[in-house]
């Protein structure tokens, strides 16, 4: 078991109602789709990857984030790793996020050379990072019509396929957006890459909580390509539940 190093938390910045951003007194060093194991004393120890070089982007639900929402600047924690893979950078691309799938990608956007981005929430209030991408050219939208395209990021997607062409896409978000994105993209035969979100507990491939079609999120991914996509039969539709009970996603993200 690898030991967590302590690091204080620097700044708290609150993103939206749902959402806080964590920055810490160190930077380190990761490819941007890799993760840390994130841990907060008395409380537990959760994965998250990181918007910043030295922050990750949390969105408040379970007890763990409940928890790290109470967490004020000074306080100290513990991360580990990074473990995984992350993206690759590839030319004339297209990233498309939802929700807090913005967080991983963000650091990756900011290496890729003139990216397409297609931001999306359930309303404008949801939104983030649009200051950060400013300069990038960003397609919005919102399920509410609050701002920009009102609907799914998916049918942006398309609308813009019909435009132009993208060699390889990048998506993060609510899995069922994302096998709906490597649909689109496989019918199209555009390159792609998404990030899975499995329960895991070491982070490292050794207690095989994360496990999907055989393949070990925590090891394997949370980074998958086309190729591994394929034949991932789980991918949209199943995972585990930290019991090992396999159950459709609607119950896992419930």
């Given at each position: 078991?690898?030991?967590?190093?302590?690091?204080?938390?620097?700044?708290?910045?609150?993103?939206?109602?749902?959402?806080?951003?964590?920055?810490?007194?160190?930077?380190?060093?990761?490819?941007?789709?890799?993760?840390?194991?994130?841990?907060?004393?008395?409380?537990?120890?959760?994965?998250?990857?990181?918007?910043?070089?030295?922050?990750?982007?949390?969105?408040k639900k379970g007890k763990f984030t409940?928890?790290?929402?109470?967490?004020?600047?000074?306080?100290?924690?513990?991360?580990?790793?990074?473990?995984?893979?992350?993206?690759?950078?590839?030319?004339?691309?297209?990233?498309?996020?939802?929700?807090?799938?913005?967080?991983?990608?963000?650091?990756?956007?900011?290496?890729?050379?003139?990216?397409?981005?297609?931001?999306?929430?359930?309303?404008?209030?949801?939104?983030?990072?649009?200051?950060r991408l400013k300069k990038y050219k960003?397609?919005?939208?919102?399920?509410?019509?609050?701002?920009?395209?009102?609907?799914?990021?998916?049918?942006?997607?398309?609308?813009?396929?019909?435009?132009?062409?993208?060699?390889?896409?990048?998506?993060?978000?609510?899995?069922?957006?994302?096998?709906?994105?490597?649909?689109?993209?496989?019918?199209?035969?555009?390159?792609?890459?998404?990030?899975?979100?499995?329960?895991?507990?070491?982070?490292?491939?050794?207690?095989?909580?994360?496990?999907?079609?055989?393949?070990?999120?925590?090891?394997?991914?949370?980074?998958?390509?086309?190729?591994?996509?394929?034949?991932?039969?789980?991918?949209?539709?199943?995972?585990?539940?930290?019991?090992?009970?396999?159950?459709?996603?609607?119950?896992?993200?419930?």
């Open positions: 078991m690898e030991i967590p190093e302590i690091v204080k938390i620097k700044k708290v910045v609150s993103e939206n109602p749902n959402t806080k951003t964590f920055f810490i007194d160190k930077k380190i060093k990761c490819k941007a789709g890799q993760f840390f194991m994130v841990w907060l004393p008395r409380v537990d120890e959760k994965p998250f990857a990181f918007s910043y070089d030295n922050a990750f982007t949390i969105e409940k928890a790290m929402f109470k967490v004020k600047q000074g306080t100290k924690i513990g991360v580990r790793g990074p473990y995984g893979n992350g993206f690759s950078i590839r030319k004339n691309t297209c990233v498309i996020a939802g929700g807090l799938g913005i967080a991983p990608l963000a650091p990756l956007i900011e290496k890729l050379r003139n990216p397409t981005v297609i931001l999306g929430a359930k309303t404008s209030k949801l939104l983030l990072f649009e200051k960003v397609y919005i939208c919102t399920d509410d019509c609050s701002k920009g395209f009102g609907g799914f990021t998916t049918q942006m997607f398309e609308k813009l396929l019909k435009e132009r062409k993208f060699k390889a896409v990048y998506a993060v978000g609510p899995e069922i957006m994302m096998k709906k994105v490597f649909d689109i993209c496989e019918k199209n035969k555009i390159y792609c890459e998404v990030s899975l979100e499995r329960f895991m507990f070491c982070g490292f491939g050794l207690c095989g909580s994360c496990a999907c079609d055989g393949m070990l999120v925590c090891k394997d991914g949370p980074v998958f390509n086309s190729k591994q996509l394929r034949k991932m039969k789980d991918f949209g539709k199943y995972a585990y539940l930290k019991t090992g009970e396999k159950v459709p996603l609607k119950e896992y993200f419930r």
